[in-house]
């Protein structure tokens, strides 16, 4: 009985092994590899020329990119929408107007399998300001919206921070 005892305490092992090793592998895995937008954010901050009427500037983003598939992802369009969220002193918009810079700029146009990136955006925008000399100024901080069109589908993400344009 002895042997029989070996023999069964070698099979209990090996399944032991096993059950150890596909717990693991469970554990282990992501099991549903995925192309993701993590995390964006805009320049915090634009100093309106004094005077300037409708002064153009870019608007610099970024956006956290993570592809976990085992195929390149092609980035093949990116938007941008500009929602005005608070005011401080006088303005010509509203809060809740909304600006679409439509198509804009952006590299990398493709994302390696299994790597991380940050994406680059340039948003042309711009701005009016009365002239500093003695006026009081003004502020608006906006909410960025980006869609990002992908070889796997679109994707919407929201810049963490708000773009602030400071003017006179």
């Not at 679109?154 to 810049?159: K, N, Q, V, Y």
Request: hydrophobic fraction near 40%; charged fraction near 10%; glycine fraction near 8%.
């Amino acid at each position: 009985m002895v042997a029989a005892e070996r023999i069964s305490s070698a099979a209990m092992l090996r399944l032991l092994a096993a059950l150890a090793a596909t717990g693991c592998l469970a554990a282990c895995s992501s099991g549903n590899p995925t192309f993701a937008l993590t995390q964006a954010s805009v320049d915090p901050t634009y100093w309106c020329p004094g005077g300037a009427h409708d002064a153009k500037y870019d608007l610099h983003a970024t956006i956290a990119a993570h592809n976990g598939t085992a195929n390149p992802v092609t980035i093949q369009s990116v938007t941008a929408l500009m929602t005005l969220a608070s005011i401080h002193g006088s303005w010509l918009e509203r809060v809740g107007d909304q600006y679409d810079a439509g198509s804009v700029r952006f590299s990398p146009e493709t994302v390696a399998p299994g790597s991380s990136t940050t994406l680059k955006i340039t948003i042309p925008s711009a701005c009016t300001s009365g002239k500093y000399a003695g006026e009081g100024s003004s502020s608006a901080a906006y909410q960025v919206t980006m869609r990002v069109v992908t070889s796997t589908g679109p994707f919407t993400i929201i810049a963490s921070n708000k773009h602030e344009i400071l003017a006179a």
